[in-house]
Antibody, heavy 118, light 112 residues
Framework: EVKLLESGGGLVQPGGSMRLSCAAS????????MNWIRQPAGKAPEWLGF??????????EYNPSVKGRFTISRDNTQNMLYLQMNTLRAEDTATYYC?????????WGQGVMVTVSS | DVVMTQTPVSLSVAIGQPASISCKSS???????????LNWLLQRPGQSPKRLIY???KLDSGIPDRFSGSGSETDFTLKISRVEADDLGVYYC?????????FGSGTKLEIK
């Protein structure tokens, strides 16, 4: 069974940093591109970026809206995905999801809330 | 960025009746491979989004054939032939052809 479990969210002050983690199990982690999306309350999701699979050298792509502030990385020995977020702003407040698109559909975690506020 | 415009914003449909959602993109979604990376997702209340359809019209595993997708270039449609209670939630289109990937603003389906 595929499982994706995000952690590391909470309250952070504007200008601060936070690292989200995503623990993956139930599939061959290195075979898949891993994505981060976020969703402010009551709004549409926003794609943040992905990190490619082993066959594609684990390279990354980012949404320009977060490029330079957010970094996606993975630890393939631990089946972990990360989202390092720096210089956080109020508009980064959202629920953050990790996920991937597999051969029989997509899989997403339950999400973790990040609140940027003083 | 490619802008995805969904209509209507909401719709109320009785059980057993059809429903239709439109999604228009600000530029063609035909990729260099010739494939069109247009997806439809459903987000049920309190859940993460879940893809229903990819490549315009291909149903994901386990998705009933009451759902269908059609369209080309910049104009796409999701149809539900007979709405069931489990279909309520917010539907999003998502384009994967151009970076950054972008979502539509959503269509909320309520059961009448």
């Amino acid at each position: 069974e595929v499982k994706l479990l995000e952690s590391g969210g909470g309250l952070v002050q504007p200008g601060g940093s936070m690292r989200l983690s995503c623990a993956a199990s139930g599939f061959t982690f290195t075979d898949f591109y891993m994505n981060w999306i976020r969703q402010p309350a009551g709004k549409a999701p926003e794609w943040l970026g992905f990190i490619r699979n082993k066959a594609n050298g684990y390279t990354t792509e980012y949404n320009p809206s977060v490029k330079g502030r957010f970094t996606i990385s993975r630890d393939n020995t631990q089946n972990m995905l990360y989202l390092q977020m720096n210089t956080l702003r109020a508009e980064d407040t959202a629920t953050y999801y990790c996920g991937y698109y597999g051969p029989s559909g997509d899989y997403w975690g339950q999400g973790v809330m990040v609140t940027v506020s003083s | 960025d490619v802008v995805m415009t969904q209509t209507p914003v909401s719709l109320s449909v009785a059980i057993g009746q059809p429903a239709s959602i439109s999604c228009k993109s600000s530029q063609s979604l035909v990729g260099t491979s010739g494939k069109t990376y247009l997806n439809w997702l459903l987000q049920r209340p309190g859940q993460s989004p879940k893809r229903l359809i990819y490549l315009v019209s291909k149903l994901d595993s386990g998705i009933p054939d009451r759902f269908s997708g059609s369209g080309s270039e910049t104009d796409f449609t999701l149809k539900i032939s007979r709405v069931e209670a489990d279909d309520l939630g917010v539907y999003y289109c998502l384009q994967g052809t151009h970076f950054p990937l972008t979502f539509g603003s959503g269509t909320k389906l309520e059961i009448k």
